[in-house]
């Protein structure tokens, strides 16, 4: 028993390090250039998306008029988990989405 679980051991230690080498590679193969490019069109859409939006003020009354105009925007450029904190980190850690998400926090606080 204990010699078929060091097998299936060492069997999921193989298939942890192909994907630990698949994910390498995909990862290489994003190029400084292309990640710059994905960024400048996520910047792009963003701005398309927020473009002629009326931007809510807080002012002392309004604040779930506010709220809700913030949680719109946020959920347009899909960045309501960081806003709300669900996400405080990018949850994997391949560049472009490190990038895009610190874009996307950035933004939330501009």
């Known amino acids: 028993m204990i010699r078929m679980m060091m097998e299936y051991m060492k069997k999921q230690d193989k298939r942890m390090e192909m994907l630990i080498q698949k994910l390498e590679s995909n990862s290489s193969s994003l190029t400084r250039d292309s990640i710059k490019d994905k960024i400048d069109k996520f910047q792009k859409d963003v701005k398309t998306k927020l473009e002629g939006k009326h931007?809510?003020?807080?002012?002392?009354?309004?604040?779930?008029?506010?709220?809700?105009?913030?949680?719109?925007?946020?959920?347009?450029?899909?960045?309501?988990?960081?806003?709300t904190k669900e996400e405080t980190m990018p949850s994997i850690t391949v560049s472009l989405d490190i990038e895009l998400w610190n874009r996307k926090n950035e933004l939330l606080y501009t």
């Open 55 to 83: 931007a809510v003020i807080l002012n002392g009354f309004n604040y779930l008029e506010w709220k809700s105009s913030i949680l719109v925007d946020a959920h347009l450029i899909q960045a309501k988990d960081i806003l």
